[in-house]
Nanobody, 125 residues
Framework: QVQLVESGGGSVQAGGSLRLSCAAS????????MGWFRQAPEKEREFIAA????????IYADSVKGRFTISSDIAKNMVYLQMNNLKPEDTAVYLC??????????????????WGQGTQVTVSS
C-alpha cells in the first residue's frame, strides 16, 4: 500500500517562501515519477512540477517556473517542493502524487496512481 503524506504548508506573505515535503512509503519508488499539483476552491487540479524519483529531468508549469523547485531525497524517501517569491494566486491545497513511470503525460492528473491528502498554502498580499 503506497502512502504519500504532505507537510510544510502554512500562511505566508507575498514574496515569502515555503518548503513542502512529501513522505513516501509502501514500496520501492526508484522507477517512479513524482509530481506536485495544486487545487484552489472551485478550480481544477493544476499541475505544478514533476521529476523522476531518481534522475535530473524536471517539468514545471509556466506559472511557477523560476520560483518553485522540485527535488527528492532517495535515502529518506522524501520529495520536496521549494516555493520562493510566493504570490497570492499560489494559494491552494498542494498535493503530492506518484506515477509508476516517467511518461510525457505527467502534467495530467489521471496519469498518477497515488495521491497524498494535501497541505494548505495561503499567501496574503
Amino acid at each position: 500500500q503506497v502512502q504519500l503524506v504532505e507537510s510544510g504548508g502554512g500562511s505566508v506573505q507575498a514574496g515569502g517562501s515555503l518548503r513542502l515535503s512529501c513522505a513516501a512509503s509502501g514500496r520501492a519508488f526508484s522507477s517512479y515519477a513524482m509530481g506536485w499539483f495544486r487545487q484552489a476552491p472551485e478550480k481544477e487540479r493544476e499541475f505544478i512540477a514533476a521529476a523522476p524519483w531518481s534522475g535530473s529531468r524536471t517539468i514545471y508549469a509556466d506559472s511557477v517556473k523560476g520560483r518553485f523547485t522540485i527535488s527528492s531525497d532517495i535515502a529518506k524517501n522524501m520529495v520536496y517542493l521549494q516555493m520562493n517569491n510566493l504570490k497570492p494566486e499560489d494559494t491552494a491545497v498542494y498535493l503530492c502524487a506518484a506515477a509508476t513511470a516517467w511518461t510525457p503525460m505527467l502534467v495530467t492528473p489521471r496519469t498518477y496512481n497515488y495521491w497524498g491528502q494535501g497541505t494548505q498554502v495561503t499567501v496574503s498580499s
